[in-house]
């Protein structure tokens, strides 16, 4: 939503009872109603025998460096959306060198504990049109506008796990979520496979 008081950039909206919805604070409470509905949460079912020895605990095997946080605060853009904490992408990035050591410290620290704040929870939820017609609320698609500072903090602490990944958790067979590798490095790999097959004089069965 734009605005000042009724202004607001989205059309009219139609609620369940087929009135009109003109002011700005009533379509945001129409979209919390139209998209509460899908953030509901089934039942967690537990089951003990996929679970196993964890082997070693984050602390022992995480190694957070100050060098790469500040590099990823370096590379922000500074027409990056901002959260609810109102804290500026171009702030952050000037002044990277001098928080850097600090917030890789609060880093680890979250991934030692398994902790992640409560503040960085919380989103700004943004409408954007999908199809059809533009009254009903439910052909809007919700958009998360996160604390920049929670997507710092994401960033370098997927960086350490997927380089840890890389060397200990993925196979030979995985091609997803890895570097260097995708569906169509995938698909050229079968391709080539089949046809080396097939010139071998062996059979391809497909089901």
């Avoid at 089934?42 to 964890?54: E, H, I, L, T």
């Avoid at 082997?55 to 100050?66: M, R």
């Avoid at 605060?73 to 928080?99: E, F, Q, V």
């Avoid at 506008?145 to 994401?154: D, N, Q």
């Amino acid at each position: 939503m734009q605005g000042k008081a009724k202004l607001t950039s989205i059309p009219a909206l139609k609620n369940a009872d087929g009135l009109w919805i003109v002011n700005a604070r009533d379509k945001a409470n129409l979209f919390k109603e139209s998209w509460g509905n899908k953030f509901v949460l089934r039942d967690f079912d537990c089951d003990d025998m996929f679970f196993f020895d964890p082997g070693p605990t984050h602390q022992h095997v995480i190694k957070c460096n100050s060098k790469v946080c500040e590099r990823i605060m370096k590379k922000l853009k500074d027409d990056c959306s901002t959260g609810p904490d109102n804290t500026p992408a171009r702030i952050l990035k000037r002044i990277a060198r001098y928080i850097a050591i600090p917030f890789t410290t609060l880093v680890r620290k979250m991934v030692e504990e398994d902790y992640w704040p409560d503040k960085w929870r919380v989103h700004r939820l943004m409408p954007s049109f999908k199809r059809n017609t533009f009254f009903e609320p439910g052909n809007y698609r919700n958009i998360h506008i996160t604390s920049i500072l929670s997507k710092i903090a994401e960033r370098v602490i997927a960086h350490i796990f997927s380089r840890l990944l890389q060397q200990h958790g993925f196979g030979s067979q995985q091609w997803a979520y890895r570097k260097g590798r995708g569906s169509k490095d995938l698909l050229c790999f079968l391709l080539s496979a089949w046809i080396l097959a097939i010139c071998s004089g062996m059979k391809i069965g497909t089901y």
